[in-house]
């Protein structure tokens, strides 16, 4: 099952929950959609994943997901690689700021 780890030790072989940090992958829009989609070739459109990601509940999630882990490529949380490399500049800058403050 997608999104689930098994306890083998057990004789049910009884499903549980994902840890918390990835719990969120259960709710993404994503699950089931071709992850082709999400990872195109250099200079092709990211319109279509956006889309994908544009109402997804868990988007704030997936994108801190892909900053935490240092995801260099594909769609994350409706971002690209670039941008998410400008919002990690911002968030140092800021953070900067705020320290010397």
């Known amino acids: 099952m997608q999104g689930r780890d098994r306890q083998d030790d057990d ?26 989609l999400f990872f195109p070739e250099r200079g092709a ?6 889309e994908v990601c544009r109402g997804c509940v868990v988007r704030a999630e ?6 935490d882990n240092g995801e260099k490529f594909g769609i994350w949380g409706g971002l690209s690689e670039r941008e998410r490399r400008r919002l990690r500049r911002q968030r140092a800058r800021a953070q ?3 320290a010397a403050g």
């Open 11 to 36: 004789a049910s072989a009884e499903v549980v929950p994902m840890s918390p940090e990835r719990a969120w992958q259960d709710e993404a829009n994503c699950l089931g959609v071709d992850p082709d």
């Open 45 to 50: 459109s990211t319109r279509e994943a956006k």
């Open 62 to 67: 997936c994108l801190e997901y892909a900053l």
């Open 96 to 98: 900067r700021h705020s």
